[in-house]
């Protein structure tokens, strides 16, 4: 038995230490079973079949649980890397988070940071902040563009805080098409048409230098071309 339980903590050891987990986990489970450990030695006794009276070894339960033990190992390991691993797996919602006017002044140095934002005319604008430390989440902007040949309303989500998993996040990386624009890689796609029988277009916007933009663009013609050559 010693051996067994010996074996499994190398075991333990081995897959532990490419997860970056202990044993601590084992012993623990192990203290709380030995006397049941008993019960499996791998020398067993032998019995007797009802059939002809052939006495044999019995070596299954042994087996059963060694096999057993190893998937406690594993689990072990898993529930270990999974709790040190939620600190990066958090995410937060529109519950956790409230909304404020943004200000003349920090209009001014978003403005000042996202070139395309200064060729809209703003007509809303509001900062998402998280209730546990008033951080700054997210920062909303809706605006208009004209032309001579189409008429655009965007709204521009810039992305402070990756945690926020807001509703239609999981959409935006999901869309089709891909390409370059000066410092931005860019994906877009058209979803449809809204109620307005408008044209409804997304797009994500990522840099190394700047915070992941989310920009929703609806307008009259199912043309993307003038937001992604002249805007950005």
Same mark, same amino acid.
């Given at each position: 038995m010693k051996n067994f339980k010996k074996e499994m903590k190398a075991k333990l050891n081995d897959e532990a230490h490419l997860a970056g987990a202990n044993s601590e986990e084992f012993d623990r489970w192990y203290a709380a079973n030995e006397d049941k450990l008993g019960e499996f030695s791998p020398v067993s006794a032998r019995d007797?079949?009802?059939?002809?009276?052939?006495?044999v070894k019995r070596f299954l339960p042994a087996v059963a649980f060694i096999g057993l033990a190893f998937v406690m190992v594993m689990v072990l390991v898993v529930l270990f890397v999974t709790n040190n691993g939620q600190e990066d797996d958090f995410t937060f919602s529109?519950?956790?988070?409230?909304n404020s006017k943004l200000s003349e002044s920090e209009l001014t140095i978003v403005e000042e940071q996202y070139d395309f934002i200064d060729k809209m005319s703003i007509t809303d604008s509001i900062k998402l902040l998280y209730r546990e430390d008033d951080s700054l989440v997210f920062i909303i902007m809706q605006g208009e563009i004209?032309?001579?040949?189409?008429?655009?309303?965007?709204?521009?989500?810039?992305?402070?805080?990756?945690?926020?998993?807001?509703?239609?996040?999981?959409?935006?990386?999901? $869309?089709?098409?891909n390409l370059v624009v000066d410092d931005y890689s860019v994906s877009y796609e058209q979803?449809? $048409?809204?109620?307005?029988r408008l044209y409804v277009y997304l797009l994500r916007l990522e840099s190394e230098n700047l915070n992941t933009v989310y920009m929703e663009v609806h307008c009259f013609e199912d043309d993307i071309s003038y937001i992604l050559n002249e805007v950005l």
């Amino acid at each position: 038995m010693k051996n067994f339980k010996k074996e499994m903590k190398a075991k333990l050891n081995d897959e532990a230490h490419l997860a970056g987990a202990n044993s601590e986990e084992f012993d623990r489970w192990y203290a709380a079973n030995e006397d049941k450990l008993g019960e499996f030695s791998p020398v067993s006794a032998r019995d007797t079949d009802a059939r002809g009276g052939v006495r044999v070894k019995r070596f299954l339960p042994a087996v059963a649980f060694i096999g057993l033990a190893f998937v406690m190992v594993m689990v072990l390991v898993v529930l270990f890397v999974t709790n040190n691993g939620q600190e990066d797996d958090f995410t937060f919602s529109n519950d956790m988070v409230y909304n404020s006017k943004l200000s003349e002044s920090e209009l001014t140095i978003v403005e000042e940071q996202y070139d395309f934002i200064d060729k809209m005319s703003i007509t809303d604008s509001i900062k998402l902040l998280y209730r546990e430390d008033d951080s700054l989440v997210f920062i909303i902007m809706q605006g208009e563009i004209a032309t001579q040949s189409d008429y655009y309303f965007i709204t521009v989500q810039i992305e402070y805080n990756e945690h926020y998993d807001f509703v239609d996040k999981p959409i935006y990386y999901r $869309l089709d098409n891909n390409l370059v624009v000066d410092d931005y890689s860019v994906s877009y796609e058209q979803m449809g $048409l809204d109620d307005s029988r408008l044209y409804v277009y997304l797009l994500r916007l990522e840099s190394e230098n700047l915070n992941t933009v989310y920009m929703e663009v609806h307008c009259f013609e199912d043309d993307i071309s003038y937001i992604l050559n002249e805007v950005l």
